[in-house]
């Protein structure tokens, strides 16, 4: 920064941790003045050529940089990341896309791969889910290497002095892997989310990191002295001696803190007071299983599986939908694995580009289960697949997005007609699969009661029941700020769904964010939650906290808060509460 003055940048925290050091700042910054060139048809070969040869040489450097990442003890399982990039370069719909905009448009290479990125951007951006919506980023990360190939721009690698801190616009996931950790302590970016996979190498390196800073790459210089805080999500310029000071003694009270809770991660977590709390592992791709086993989970809570529908023009078989299933369950035996069908829109997983038809509202649009009960083949295909694989271990079904009693009842229709045709054929399935349903809905909570006598358990699934309870875009910017998991409002809805579950006699968990903040977790436990999922590295997190409440003082905490008017108040309660039990994570002294 120009100025010597302190000054703090506030972002996402993307991987926990506090170092200091020198800020190098990077310009990775996508090439974004690049000029439309007509082409004439004579040249139009030449052109294809050219971008041929673009996607062979950014092919080879990613591959460069998966055998790296497979060479790292720990990051193994990571580099299905830079697969994803390799398939990107190797998809014949997204080259054929890129040559038919050269052709018909006869422009330059580097015009019409911009032209594809941004319909591949913004079918992507359409869709309401946090985890593929960041898959953006891994669109453009392959975009910017064509392009800088195209370009002749240096794509070379970093030379960094020791104890950096890497600060750039945004890093691509292989640019992180080959991040040296004996000179990087940590990075700083301008963009990026808590699930780019950027964030998700930085935490398997345990590097800390924090995303989403806006700008801090054009106003930081190079050699500024850094705090560069993962926990919090800030990054202070410049820190006067007593902040030194200070975070150097939380810095090494958290690196204690983690070694501890590693150790213990596969370990029950019970409360002072006896009472054992199942913590489960959510799921996106098969491959995180063992990440998801290392950080303790005791089954998979919520296993997402929409992955298996994306970037490909056609829906999975039945055999597909089976492979994935029976890895993860028998991965996970002898814990239970939950199965959630489909919750995508139905338009928007043909990857297919230009296809695509944008629904106006897509959260409140013909996405999940109401998707799935009209594209009656493909909801079928999926649950043989999930019954099929119910014969090898412990396994669940869960409906996500069911907002009323008919919809529940016609999907438990469906799934006697699937099993029925197993039965036919003589195919095994563990006959008493239990069904279960997410409650994320406003509709579906007010009729929590009458829900749980036609389901087997029920799981909260809080991001979506937030966006519908308070009426927020989950995904818009403006009013992110009214996101709050401790709305007076949202807390009632989880009590009258946790008292619902238990007066019909059902289990009752949560996989939403707020399952994965400890912060919360005494309120959980004290409204009665049974199991909370989580990503997997929250999971040791979690279970900490389990074991350092009582389950008595946390109904006490429960009922005092259902009286508070205000989610601020309740913060402040609740961290007056909590603050002296968890001071690696909340700042107090020990
Ligand atoms: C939720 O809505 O809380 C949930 C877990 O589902 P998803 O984030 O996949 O919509
Ligand atoms: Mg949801």
New binding site residues.
Partial sequence: MKSKQVHIFHGIPASAGIVMGKAVVIDRRKIEHYPRIRIPPRALGDEIKRFDEAVGVSYSQIEGAKKKLEAKEGLKEHSFILETHLMMLHDPVFSGRVKQLIKKDLINAEWALKIALQELEESFSQI????IRSRVADTSFVGDRLLRNLTGKDTGGFHLPENSIIVAHDLSPADTAMMSKEKVLGFATDIGGQTSHTAIIARSLEMPAVVGLKDASTLLSPGDMLILDGISGIVIVNPSETQVSEYEHRARSYVTFELKLKEKASSPAITKDGHRIKVEG?LEFKEEIKTVIDHGAEGIG?Y?TEFLYLNRKDIPTQQEHFEAYHTVVKAMAPHNTII?TL?LGGDKFYSSLGDLTMEMNPAMGLRAIRFCLKEMDVFKTQLRGILMASHFGNTSIMF?MISGMEELLRAKDILEETKEDLRRQGVPFDEDIPLGI?I?VPSAAAIADMLAKEADFF???????I?YAIAIDRKNEYVNYLYEPLHPGVLRLIKFIIDSAHNAGIAVSM???MAGESIYTPILLGLGIDALSTNALAIPHVKEMIRRIDLKRCKQIAGHILDIKTAEEIKAFLGREIGDRFPEVFGKEE
């Fill in positions: 309401d889910n946090d985890y959510n919520l997402r959630r919750d996500p997410m994320e799981s909260i699934g809080t991001n979506d029941l966006q996989c939403g964010e």
